[in-house]
C-alpha cells in the first residue's frame, strides 16, 4: 500500500502553475524589452552565443525539482507487511443524504458540505473504529463498505454530490435498511446508523426499517442539517434557484419534528447542524457511549521510505540545470541537419 505521511506538504505542488504562469510573462516582458532595441534578429546576432532554448529547458528542471521537493516532504512510504490486529473499536455506517435539497446554503457553505466536513473530522479522529458510507436521495446505495482505511473514506466522501442518483426524494427507510445489512457479523461491537439529512420528500417505510435495526441492537442517530426559515435550493452550474410548477423559487426547509421522531425510535440522539461546530461534539459524545468491543483490522504495520529515490532525481535534476548553462552548444551548432550552414544549434 501506498502513501504520504504528511500529505499536507502536497499543496506546495500548486507552486508549479504559478511558477510557470510567471516565468511565461517574465518571458513576454523580455521579448517586448529586446524589441523596443531593433529587430527581433539583429538583436540576436548581437548576442550569437545566447540559446533560446536553454532557459527554458533550465526552468523546466527547476520546475520539476521544487514539484519533487513537495513530493519528498509528503513523505512517500510503500507498505511491506500486512497483519491483522485487535483493537478496540464501534462499527458506524454514515448515511448521507444527497438530495437536491441538501444544496441549500442555509447553513454554510451548504448543507451537504457542512455534512462532508463533519463526517471528515469524524473519520479524522477515529482509531479503533470500522465506518461505512451509504448516500441516498429517492434511492440508496453503499459508497463505501465498512472499513478501517480511513484514507479512502476521506477519498470516497470528496466524490459525494446529489449527481450521485438521479431518483430525487429523501428515501431514509431504504438508507436504514441498507446500513443495518452493512455491519460486519460481530455482534458485541457497539453498532451505530448515523443519519445525516434535512428530512424533505419523506418517502415513508421508516418505521419498519427501525424496527429491524432495533431487532439487531444497531442504534440510529440523527443529524438534522439546515434551518427552520430554509432557504432557496440553487441549480449547480448558474445562478438560478429550483422553482415548483408555479413558477416560485422552492424553500427546503429543516423537517426537525420527523427527525427527532427517527432518532427517538432508533434509540438514538436527534442533533441539529447548524453554522457552528456544536453538532460534531455532540456527535462524538454519542459516540463515546457505545459499547466498545475487540474488532479485527487489517493494518500495514510496516513502511519504507521512498523519499531516498526521490532526493537523488532531485540532486540530478539540479546538477543538470547547472551544468546546461545559456550558451549555444559549439558542437552542436556544427551539425547541419537541413544543409544550412548559416544557422547554429
Known sequence: MFRFQYPIYLYL?????????????????????????????????????????????????????????????????????????????????????????????DVQPNRLEKSKRIISQLVEKMESDKVGMIVFAGDAFTQLPITSDYISAKMFLESVSPSMITKQGTDIGTAIRLGVHSFTPQEDVGKTIIIITDGENHEGGV????????????????????????????????????????????????????????????????????????????????????????????????????????????????LLELLLGNKKNRLLGNIHLFGDKKQKA
Open 13 to 105: 505542488l500548486l507552486l508549479v502553475p504559478v511558477l510557470a504562469a510567471f516565468y511565461v510573462y517574465a518571458r513576454y516582458r523580455r521579448r517586448k524589452a529586446l524589441q523596443a532595441y531593433g529587430e527581433e534578429d539583429l538583436v540576436r546576432r548581437l548576442s550569437p552565443e545566447v540559446s533560446a532554448v536553454k532557459p527554458t529547458l533550465k526552468f523546466v528542471l527547476m520546475l520539476l525539482a521544487v514539484a519533487l521537493f513537495a513530493v519528498l516532504l509528503a513523505r512517500p512510504q510503500f507498505g511491506t507487511k500486512l497483519e491483522v490486529v485487535k483493537r478496540q473499536g464501534i462499527e458506524v455506517i454514515i448515511a448521507l443524504d444527497v438530495s437536491n435539497s441538501m444544496l441549500a446554503q
Open 207 to 318: 418505521e419498519e426499517a427501525l424496527e429491524e435495526a432495533k431487532k439487531k441492537n444497531i442504534q440510529v442517530n440523527v443529524l438534522g442539517v439546515g434551518s427552520a426559515d430554509g432557504g432557496p435550493i440553487p441549480i449547480p452550474g448558474s445562478n438560478e434557484y429550483r422553482k415548483d410548477d408555479q413558477g416560485n423559487v422552492v424553500v427546503s426547509r429543516l423537517n426537525e419534528d420527523m427527525c427527532r421522531q427517527i432518532a427517538k425510535e432508533g434509540q438514538g440522539v436527534y442533533i441539529k447542524v447548524d453554522n457552528t461546530n456544536t453538532a460534531q461534539k455532540a456527535l462524538q459524545k454519542a459516540l463515546d457511549k457505545l459499547a466498545r468491543a475487540e474488532v479485527e483490522t487489517k493494518v500495514y504495520s510496516d513502511y519504507n521510505e521512498q523519499f531516498q529515490s526521490v532526493a537523488w532525481i532531485i540532486l540530478i535534476l539540479l
